[in-house]
């Protein structure tokens, strides 16, 4: 089935520690997000990329990482991870020319619990 | 700053009619999306305006009024599975995506 699979699903973690969430799509999409979405805040724009081998940085994006080494994947990585990261992180693509003009396809989601 | 103002909860009946309304103050437009999230699980796509007027698909409208920085989200015949949270979002002018805190709907029998 086509889309974008994010894994873990979730993932409790000791703070300090290094975290990668993967994300991978079969839709070809050029630009592909990752999000936070924390409860009573619209969703967060941590890193994007338009296409492969370019990266930008969203809203929040200090304390993540994210490399675009193909079009299919698009890891995020906490590289020492805190508490005030705790939150559900949503990776997404698009197959839009204009940047956030089309539909975002979103994968089901990571639960991250940083202790 | 930049502003998208939805409630935070309503609450319909089975087989009513609803409308959420999403508000926005941003640097300029460049189209409005509404998404739709249950819980626990991705949001996925209902609908995107950029023209002023409605928009309907199926029992899902979608208005848009950019003169008054306005839209709403227009939900017929209400079914249980219609319970989520609708999230509206704003593209400005420099094409940066703007999301609102979402609107939790409560469909009761």
């Known amino acids: 089935i086509a889309g974008i699979t994010q894994a873990p699903t979730s993932q409790i973690l000791a703070a300090g520690r290094r975290m990668t969430l993967r994300c991978t799509q079969d839709?070809?999409?050029?630009?592909m997000y990752w999000y936070r979405q924390d409860l009573g805040l619209g969703l967060r724009l941590i890193h994007y990329s338009n296409t492969a081998g370019t990266t930008g940085k969203g809203e929040v994006p200090d304390g993540y990482s994210v490399s675009r080494a193909n079009t299919d994947d698009f890891p995020l990585t906490l590289a020492s991870a805190v508490p005030s990261q705790t939150s559900v992180y949503f990776c997404?693509?698009?197959?839009?020319?204009?940047?956030?003009?089309?539909?975002?396809?979103f994968g089901e989601g990571s639960r991250l619990t940083v202790l | 700053g930049q502003n998208i103002d939805q409630p935070t909860e309503m609450t319909a009946t089975e087989g009513a009619i609803v409308q959420i309304n999403c508000t926005y103050q941003?640097?300029?437009?460049?189209?409005l999306f509404w998404y739709q999230q249950h819980a626990g699980e991705a949001p996925t796509f209902l609908s995107y305006n950029v023209l002023d007027g409605l928009e309907e698909k199926g029992r899902f409208s979608s208005f848009l009024s950019r003169s008054k920085g306005y839209s709403y989200l227009l939900l017929k015949e209400l079914q249980m599975k219609d319970s989520a949270s609708y999230l509206c979002?704003?593209?400005?002018?420099?094409?940066?995506?703007?999301w609102g805190a979402g609107t939790k709907l409560i469909i009761k029998p």
């Open positions: 979002a704003v593209v400005d002018s420099n094409y940066q995506l703007i």
């Open positions: 941003t640097s300029g437009f460049n189209g």
């Open positions: 839709m070809r999409h050029n630009a």
């Open positions: 997404a693509s698009s197959d839009s020319e204009a940047f956030n003009t089309g539909e975002l396809f």
